[in-house]
């Protein structure tokens, strides 16, 4: 059965009246039912149907979270279309290659600059052939072109939903990677349907139309829109947050129950909470790190199913009333599951959460296996793994310890790539992860490298850079970190500070402001941060440790192309963009 009428149907049979989802409509939020967001859904693809749009044809979405968005993401599925996301932050060049690449003959535009960009590749591209705008009155737009809502006026509100297989495309997704070019992993009505199913079977969740759910993560990225997607399969209700930066107010104002986020958001509050510690009284460091042990003991005996003597519970009820609520509080005070994934985090960090009573759902996955391979589940998981193989998934520990997977969520292959498609699947059907791994005796999935990352030294000695960047950046001091080592006598890297904790650390040090190109120059500034690097990389083998760096004026941006939506550095980009800052460190 096709995935959107699965979706649609039963919430409209046991909700009709209750809110589907949530949308910022100036500065409020605004609600549509599952009656109003199915009606909404079913003018839509009644309009695709009426512009000459058929099963099988590809119709891309380039623009920001939004209503807009998945609405129209689950019209093109009702009629058997094939989904084709472009990254909000994607250039004129990125564009056009997915364009070309999924032969998509239909766009839906989010702003203007995402709309000059396809407007000028519709007077010279063969496939593109239509443009709709997604937002009235915020797009100054050619004639040719139309707004969702005129594009949607006068259609009917019946929508006759067509047949799927498991078997049958519903997306490609075209991957982000860190390094070459982008390939659409064509994902089926099945991988999709059987993948929420497994997850509905792993975590046994109750009452769950009653859930929350907001969609920061770009929908383009396989973890998002999959997630989002499960949520409305299931009946919560999604709100879409259009602009990420103001994901703290949107927590405090919508309190949702689940979210799915990156490592590096909770890395973020993280180092805020401790440096904010830091600044504290010594009575209230204090309270706060004995709350934080008595959270740690009392996670640990729940993580393990064993039961938790009455003066610990007494004693992590005030823990929670005294620190951990308040922490709690910042994040809206009722999220409690969070899936957290696209990059590797450290078990410190996920241990805090826990203590506190934010557990983090860790995961591992790829946009080839329709996101997950494996996650915490509520108990019984170890620190520092991915947590337990999902249902209908299966592992298996290949040549050069390479995780290979296959199973429900594994993609039929890359769009119009079979050599690529080839190079990726094993002769017997597995799916090649790139990554190194091991399953210890109670199925617990461990990454230990990332082949394709793996850097190796002059002196013939392997570097693992998420190791070496997580812990660089569990703190207050760094916001981004690029290590550097293939083929050099020593590992640099390339260090963003976190310019707001900085600027404050200005004022102490009264140093006046100026800018950061001049700031970042200074002799005391580089010798604070040497001091730190080499505090926080202790840890760390002699061989591992950051020996050089520079301090970089501005953020790694994704509008730059130089981070991947799930925020992981572009090597092969940052390598070859700063390549002469980086030869400076071995000058």
Sequence with gaps: ???????????????????????????????????????????TANALKTAGIRENDRVAIYADNSAEWITFDLAILSIGAITVPVYATNNAEQTEYIINDSQASMVMVGNQKQYEICYSLLQKNQFLKSIIVAKDKEITKKEDTVFLSDFIADQSMEIEFCPRSYEDLATIIYTSGTTGIPKGAMITHGNLRKGFDAHFEFFKFKNFEEEVSLAFLPLTHVFERSWSLLSLYGGAKVYFLENPKEIAH???????TMMCTVPRFFQKVYAGIHDAVEKSTSTKKKIFHWAVSVGKHYAALKRTEKRVPFVLNFKYRLANLLVFSKIKQKMGGRLWFTPCGGASISPEVTEFFDAIGQHLTVGYGLTETTATIALFPFTQFEYGTCG??????????????????RGDGIMKGYFNKSEETEAVFTPDGWFKTGDAGEIDEAGNLTITDRIK????TSNGKYIAPQQVENTLSNN??????MVIAEGRQFVSALIVPNFEFLKAMLEKMNIPFTSWEDILNREEIVKLYRTKIEEFQRIL???????????????FEMGSGEITPTLKIKRKVVLEKYKDLIERMYS
């Design 250 to 256: 949107a927590l405090a104002e919508i309190k949702p």
């Design 1 to 43: 059965m096709n995935l959107a009428q699965i979706i649609i149907t039963r919430n409209i049979e046991k909700q009709a009246l209750k809110p589907a989802i949530g949308f910022k409509k100036g500065n409020q939020w605004a609600e549509l039912s599952w009656k109003k967001f199915s009606q909404t859904i079913a003018k």
């Design 388 to 405: 337990k193989i999902l249902p209908g998934v299966e592992v298996r520990i290949g040549e050069n310890s390479e995780i290979q997977v």
């Design 453 to 456: 990352d793996l850097l190796k």
């Design 541 to 555: 083998a002699s061989f591992e440790r950051v020996k050089k760096f520079i301090l970089m004026p501005a953020e």
């Design 476 to 481: 207050s001091y760094i916001q981004q970190v």
